[in-house]
């Protein structure tokens, strides 16, 4: 899988070369470039790469000599060749102990062995190996091309990777539960493999939590979605794979990712005509309207749950490829909470029917905690939802999702962005919705409360939190006097201005529920 010391060390011109130490490890170390060094070493020592020196200056010097050799063991470099006979003699044996102890390439070089010429095999070694390597990776190419055209799975596609690479060999997506793997069981769902914790920027290795190295190299699917290929290998010793080449095996997967796609589209298409079919109540046909019910696992003769969602994208157009990807995180997550169910969008709304197989409200909760338990960890926006009250049969559904639809608008004028509101929830604020627009209604509450706010506006008494702390407390003196630090007479005084400027009686349930009703109608006004 790289150029090595032990093939550098094949060539002719290297037939009189000794090695002195690290013969065990020639074939495990990579060689990327060559260099010649004398003191001092510094920087100027690459990774992998294999270090020439004539050892001038170290022929009295074996522990300036001894130094040398640790700085450039310490730089990482593949091997060190020393060109012996005629600066220094042979290597000392305290250099050579240190090498071998280390596990470090020392070769001796006879002085005859021009650098210039080692320079050039070694080059010339590399340049080979490499068009080698991308012939292989081409070669690959076409095999992950075949593998497509004959109806293969990604796993299979992924298989031959591995086979190439001696690497296991996954993908991750960043709005997808899945990981593409050739073995999912052999890496769980691990936190330190989640795609939004890796550098998605650019290609980069890190160490995983069961000691192997992965190589990551981030791509898109298609131009649309995040994603990113994952090379994890046992071995720390297998080079890391030139971004180049990893192109090449990254082209060859979009044909399935596209492959899935189309297949994931055209799924959620039919739910949505099932779903606008249901809604309308137009299903003509009925034995097809069941069949097509029947090939999305969905019972017509099932009661359902009914809950809607609302994508708040921010300002942010929703893409056709958010739809999908939404859709799909919806149908996972409702697998997961029950047998039958349907998930699709219609019109601005996310619909989700979930059988009622149970509690109905513990199943709608359900599938909003794990949904929106995934849809934060996948960086989708966030969802205002509206729940109808009730599990409803094929013919009702149709309703069902209508008091959902008007749930979610309520709850969402009501209290904001990203609430659950249920149709029951919101039935008061129904009313009174369509009281505060009625005139007659608004000439009693502007008769009624408005000497209170005016009162405040002249004097700075706010009568208005009074009475409001007086009829959430039931009418209760003791407890309202307490909840606004006031003294009872205080209280009393400001209860009896009320009476007076309303011209309705406290001590009187019919006055008392008129001034409740009154209060919130003017407070959803202002």
């Known amino acids: 899988m790289y150029y090595s010391v032990d093939q550098v060390l094949a060539q002719p011109l290297m037939g009189k070369a000794k090695v002195l130490s690290g013969m065990r490890l020639l074939k495990q170390c990579p060689v990327e470039s060559v260099s010649v060094i004398e003191q001092p070493v510094e920087k100027f020592v690459k990774k992998n790469e294999l270090v020439l020196t004539t050892g001038i200056g170290f022929d009295r010097a074996p522990e300036t000599f001894e130094s040398f050799v640790q700085e450039i063991y ?6 060190l060749a020393v060109a012996t006979g005629r600066h220094i003699k042979t290597v000392p044996h305290q250099v050579i102990a240190f090498a071998q102890n280390k596990g470090f390439p020392l070769i001796q070089l006879p002085w005859e062995i021009r650098f210039s010429d080692v320079i050039k095999n070694v080059l010339s070694g590399i340049n080979h190996w490499e068009e080698f390597m991308m012939h292989q990776y081409k070669k690959l190419q076409r095999e992950m091309i075949n593998a497509y055209l004959e109806g293969k799975s990604i796993h299979e596609a992924l298989l031959v990777m591995e086979h190439f690479s001696q690497a296991h060999i996954y993908i991750l997506q960043r709005r997808n539960e899945t990981i593409f793997s050739t073995a999912p069981e052999r890496h769980p769902h691990h936190p330190s493999l989640h795609i939004n914790q890796l550098i998605l920027d650019k290609p980069s290795v890190m160490n995983t939590a069961w000691g192997s190295r992965a190589q990551i190299y981030p791509f898109e699917i298609l131009n649309q979605s995040k994603a990113a290929l994952v090379i994890d290998s046992d071995s720390s010793q297998l080079p890391i794979i030139p971004p180049s080449i990893l192109e090449q095996a990254i082209i060859a997967l979009q044909l399935w990712f596209k492959k899935q796609q189309l297949a994931i589209h055209q799924s959620n298409t039919e739910k949505e005509r099932l779903i606008a079919t249901m809604i309308s109540k137009d299903w003509k046909n009925g034995p097809s309207f069941v069949a097509r019910a029947e090939r999305q696992k969905f019972s017509p003769t099932e009661n359902y749950c009914c809950i809607v969602g609302k994508p708040e ?12 990807d939404l859709a799909e995180l919806a149908t996972k997550t409702a697998k997961e909470i029950c047998e039958s169910s349907l998930c699709a969008f219609h019109s601005k709304y996310l619909v989700i029917f979930l059988r009622a197989s149970g509690d109905s409200q513990e199943i709608t909760e359900g599938f909003l905690e794990r949904f929106e338990e995934k849809r934060n960890g996948y960086h989708f926006p966030i969802f205002s939802w509206g729940i109808s009250d009730r599990p409803a049969n094929i013919h009702e559904l149709s309703t069902s999702y209508k008091n959902a639809c008007i749930a979610l608008e309520t709850g969402r004028s009501r209290h904001g962005i990203g609430t659950r509101s249920t149709f029951t929830d919101t039935c008061e604020f129904q009313i009174l919705s369509h009281l505060s627009k009625n005139r007659a209604a608004k000439d009693i509450v502007q008769k009624i409360i408005g000497p209170l706010v005016a009162y405040n506006s002249e004097r700075g008494l706010d009568l208005m939190h009074t009475l409001t702390y007086y009829i959430h407390h039931n009418g209760n003196v003791s407890q309202t006097a307490r909840a606004l630090s006031l003294q009872r007479q205080s209280l009393i005084y400001r209860l009896q201005k009320i009476e007076g ?7 009187k349930s019919d006055d008392l529920f008129l001034l409740q009703l009154c209060v919130k109608l003017w407070t959803m006004t202002v």
């Open 501 to 507: 400027l309303t011209g309705k009686s406290l001590s």
């Open 313 to 324: 994208q921010s300002g942010h157009k929703q893409t056709a490829q958010d739809t999908n």
């Open 74 to 79: 310490a730089s990482h470099a593949s091997a």
